[in-house]
C-alpha cells in the first residue's frame, strides 16, 4: 500500500471515527455537567440573554477595543478564510459529495487560492501576536501551539500540493490528507472545539447576565 492509498483509505477513515467519537463524547459529557440551580429573583428573563451573549461577543468591548481589534479582525479573517478554502473549493465539494450526495457552487480557484494565502497569513500573524506578547505568551500552553500547528498544516500542504511545489503531486496529495486526518483526531480533544462550545457558551453568559441585570 503506497502512501497515497494509505492517506486516502485506512488513515482518513480511522480519523473520522476517532472524529466522531470524540466529539460525541465531549458534547455528551457537557450535557451531564451538574448546574447549580439558581434561586435568586430573576432581574430580567434569562432566554432573551441568550441572543444577546451572540451579538455581544461579535465585537470588542469598546474600552477594550484598540488593545483587541487586531485580534479580532485577524480572527475573523482566518475563520471566514478557513470555511471559504475547505467549503466553496471544488475538489473539497466533491469530496464532500462523494461522502454526502450534496453539493454546491464552487469559487474560481484564483478566488479560493487568493483566500487561502490571506488566511495562512492571518494565522501566521496570531502566532506571532500570540508570542510577542508577554502576557499571551506566559498563558499559552502545548494546546494553542498544537492547534494552530495541525489548523496550518492542512492550508500549507493543500497549497503545496495545488502549486505542486516541493514534492510529486500524489506525495504532496497524501501529505495534505494526512494532515487534514491529524487535525480530525486531535479535534475533539483540543481546543478546536470552540467549533462546537462557543455559541452554548455565550448564551450561558448571556443568560446568566440577563438574568442579573447586567450587560453581557
Not at 451531564?32 to 435568586?40: F, N, P, Q, T, W
Not at 474560481?108 to 505568551?137: C, F, S
Amino acid at each position: 500500500m503506497d502512501l497515497l492509498t494509505f492517506a486516502r483509505g485506512p488513515a482518513l477513515q480511522a480519523a473520522f471515527t476517532i472524529f466522531l467519537i470524540g466529539t460525541f463524547w465531549r458534547l455528551l459529557g457537557v450535557l451531564l455537567l451538574r448546574r447549580k440551580l439558581d434561586h435568586s429573583e430573576p432581574r430580567q428573563p434569562a432566554l432573551a440573554g441568550a441572543f444577546k451573549g451572540q451579538i455581544a461577543h461579535l465585537w470588542p468591548y469598546q474600552p477594550f477595543a484598540s488593545r483587541v481589534m487586531a485580534s479580532y479582525l485577524l480572527g475573523y479573517a482566518f475563520h471566514i478564510g478557513l470555511v471559504v478554502v475547505i467549503f466553496f473549493y471544488l475538489p473539497h465539494i466533491l469530496f464532500i459529495q462523494d461522502l454526502f450526495g450534496v453539493s454546491w457552487p464552487a469559487l474560481p480557484h484564483a478566488v479560493v487560492n487568493a483566500v487561502g494565502g490571506i488566511t495562512l497569513m492571518a494565522l501566521v500573524a496570531l502566532l506571532v501576536k500570540r508570542l510577542m506578547n508577554p502576557v499571551t505568551r506566559l498563558i499559552s500552553n502545548f494546546d494553542d501551539y498544537f492547534t494552530w500547528f495541525v489548523t496550518v498544516t492542512p492550508l500549507v500542504t493543500g497549497m503545496l500540493a495545488v502549486a505542486q511545489v516541493g514534492a510529486r503531486y500524489e506525495t504532496l496529495l497524501a501529505l495534505h490528507l494526512l494532515s487534514v486526518a491529524l487535525l480530525l483526531i486531535w479535534f475533539p480533544f483540543g481546543k478546536l472545539m470552540h467549533a462546537f462550545f462557543f455559541v452554548a457558551a455565550r448564551a450561558t453568559t448571556g443568560m446568566i447576565f440577563e438574568r442579573r441585570g447586567t450587560h453581557s
